[in-house]
């Protein structure tokens, strides 16, 4: 696909068909997170490829609950046609999508990184730079991401076993895509909330 094509077509994906994704695929889509950009070269992205059956159980109970928590601010604005529409998002796919990747920031331990005196959450935008390598290799080859962060992301680190210093930045389902929403972020095509035109660029 030609950048542009790539750009225009990742979507956050929900819906997924039961084809499994080839290793390849992943491999690919892994090698293009680890080609990102990171502060101080620190390339900080860690991932855990969730397998078991019990872990994606709980992950989704952790949805479950965060989802709950989500929908009652949603109640509190008192808007029922909005509450309502809240209600029926589709908003993960964890137990639906061939293959569930959570994602992490380690924290370095030795005192110094380049670029990350008194910005610590640079780190983290790093591996969001890889998630976004990630999602639009997976594009590319023709497979979708969804990203989830309604978990309570303390309880999915212990859950997982990872190491103390790796902070959590989601979890994200993978497979082929069911549907394109019509090419359009499912939010809007919901009915949820429209795209902006242009990005807002202010001149000083
Ligand atoms: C940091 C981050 C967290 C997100 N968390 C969720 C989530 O928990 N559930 C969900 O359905 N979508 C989630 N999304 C997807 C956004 O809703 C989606 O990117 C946005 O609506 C635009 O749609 P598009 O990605 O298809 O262009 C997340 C996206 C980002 C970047």
Redesign the pocket.
């Known amino acids: 696909m030609e950048l542009e094509e790539c750009l225009k077509a990742?979507?956050?994906?929900?819906h997924f068909l039961p084809d499994p994704v080839p290793q390849q695929v992943l491999n690919k889509a892994l090698a293009a997170a680890h080609m990102a950009p990171s502060v101080g070269l620190s390339e900080p992205w860690r991932f855990v490829s969730v397998e078991s059956a019990e872990n994606r159980t709980f992950i989704k109970k952790l949805f479950n609950e965060a989802r709950q928590k989500a929908q009652k601010q949603v109640a509190d604005e008192q808007d029922e046609a909005r509450s309502d529409l809240h209600q029926s998002?589709?908003?993960?796919a964890i137990l639906d999508a061939p293959v569930g990747l959570a994602v992490f920031c380690e924290l370095p331990s030795e005192n110094y990184t380049i670029g990350v005196i008194g910005t610590p959450q640079t780190l983290m935008w790093s591996v969001?730079c890889a998630i976004q390598n990630l999602w639009l290799s997976l594009t590319d080859q023709g497979y979708g991401a969804?990203?989830?962060?309604?978990?309570d992301f303390e309880q999915l680190k212990k859950e997982l076993d990872v190491p103390e210093a790796w902070l959590p930045?989601?979890y994200l389902c993978i497979g082929k895509p069911a549907t394109d929403?019509d090419k359009?972020?499912?939010?809007?095509n919901q009915g949820w909330?429209q795209?902006t035109p242009e990005p807002i660029v202010l001149k000083r």
């Open positions: 990742r979507r956050d994906t929900r998002l589709k908003l993960e969001a969804g990203w989830v962060s309604i978990l930045l989601g929403y359009k972020p499912m939010l809007q909330k795209r």
